[in-house]
């Protein structure tokens, strides 16, 4: 995680692990980045680079998404999460 002007910002990876949301997982913070549902930011490395995603918006998309009513019942609605 990198903090930039007081915001925090994180690979897919961190930003899932930062959310301790059994459903959230990299797969899923990606596909909220790439359909711009939170802002991504990448900088070219060695490699491929790295994808840094914003975390106060993930969050928030974290919450938009389990307050839906549409797509498939996440396991923190059904109450299959463990406590």
């Known amino acids: 995680m990198i903090t930039v002007d007081g915001v925090d910002y994180g690979t897919a990876a961190e ?3 930062e959310l301790a949301c059994p459903d959230v997982d990299a797969d899923l913070v ?3 980045g790439r359909r711009s ?3 991504r ?7 491929r680079g790295t994808t840094w995603y ?3 918006q993930a969050a928030a998309a ?5 307050e839906s009513r549409r ?3 996440r ?5 299959q999460a463990a406590a």
């Open 15 to 17: 930003i899932a692990a």
């Open 30 to 32: 990606y596909s909220w």
């Open 37 to 39: 549902l939170i802002e």
């Open 41 to 47: 930011i990448h900088r070219p490395g060695r490699g």
């Open 54 to 56: 914003r975390l106060d």
């Open 62 to 66: 974290e919450l938009r998404t389990r």
């Open 71 to 73: 797509g498939r019942r």
């Open 75 to 79: 396991s923190l609605d059904t109450g």
